[in-house]
């Protein structure tokens, strides 16, 4: 997997998929992952999206194999941002399509309000613009896993997470795959997810924008998701079946084949 520094001491990790053909242009693009995953989450969209781009999946800072932070790590939102705008560079592309799920779909949009000359496309799965109403949760969440460990959480909390139609087994995966974050990446970054808010940003996005949501998400209504949405000039909403609001992986078959038609047209 490669790596790159983006500081001194730490590297970010991402995962490179192209079967597209050798002797023709392709566009890239750029997958960002939620809380307490990897690049691993859209494992899925590979097959969907790899013949048309070169799919490129980031492991966020202290996540997957990028390098793990510390509990003390000053987390910022705005260095997440940069993160991303470090990794489109290093790859040596003027412009990604740009696809984020949960929190990595609030980075995504982020990215596209303050630099559209980087942003093709933009693809929002069940990422909020606001996560300020997670306020009440973090903290609970935080006291669980410094006493029970990240995967007893995990486990804990993925109902909500993942809706009541995923099947156990599949449950099961994205446990272990979850569980793995360190709980030092946790502690501070569940500090910092509170303070998120760009809803003040998104009326500034210029990149045809698919934004999809789900009928019954615990990160906001569809009301809600609608409200910044229309501020997002031709953009456009989806809204799914299901009481998940991590659309991408509750529904990756059908969320993958969204994206895939909506970067093709």
């Known amino acids: ?3 790159f520094e983006v500081s001194p001491g730490v590297t970010l ?3 490179v998929d ?10 890239t693009v750029l997958l960002l992952h939620g809380l307490a995953e990897s690049g691993e989450a859209f494992r899925a969209f590979v097959p969907a999206l790899s013949r048309q781009a070169r799919v490129v999946r980031l492991d966020l800072r202290g996540y997957g194999g990028s390098t793990p932070m510390p509990a003390d790590h000053p987390w910022r939102f705005d260095r997440l941002v940069d993160d991303v705008v470090a990794l489109i560079r290093h790859l040596g592309v003027p412009r990604v399509h740009l ?6 779909g609030t980075i995504a949009l982020a990215v596209a ?3 559209p000359e980087l942003v093709e496309k933009l693809a929002v799965l069940g990422g909020p613009a606001s996560l ?6 973090t903290p609970g969440w935080r ?10 959480w995990v486990a804990a909390s993925n109902a909500g997470r993942m809706g009541t139609r995923m099947s156990a087994p599949a449950l099961a995966w994205w446990t272990q795959m979850m569980g793995r974050t360190a709980a030092s990446t946790l502690e501070g970054f569940l500090q910092m997810v509170p303070s998120v808010d760009v809803t003040a940003e998104v009326g500034a996005i210029r990149a045809p924008t698919l934004v999809v949501t789900t009928t019954g998400s615990g990160l906001g209504s569809v009301d809600e998701v609608r409200a910044w949405q229309e501020r997002i000039a031709g953009s456009r909403l989806v809204v799914l079946d ?19 038609d909506f970067l093709a047209d």
Do not use: C
């Open 143 to 152: 006291a669980q896993i410094a006493a029970e460990g990240v995967p007893a």
């Open 1 to 3: 997997m490669p790596h």
């Open 18 to 27: 192209d079967f597209t053909d050798p002797w023709a242009p392709a566009p």
């Open 242 to 260: 299901n009481d998940s609001y991590h659309v991408a992986a509750s529904d990756p078959d059908a969320t993958a084949a969204l994206v895939r």
């Open 99 to 104: 696809v984020g799920g949960k929190i990595g």
């Open 132 to 137: 300020t109403n997670m306020a009440g949760r």
């Open 13 to 15: 990790a991402y995962a």
């Open 113 to 115: 309000a303050r630099h």
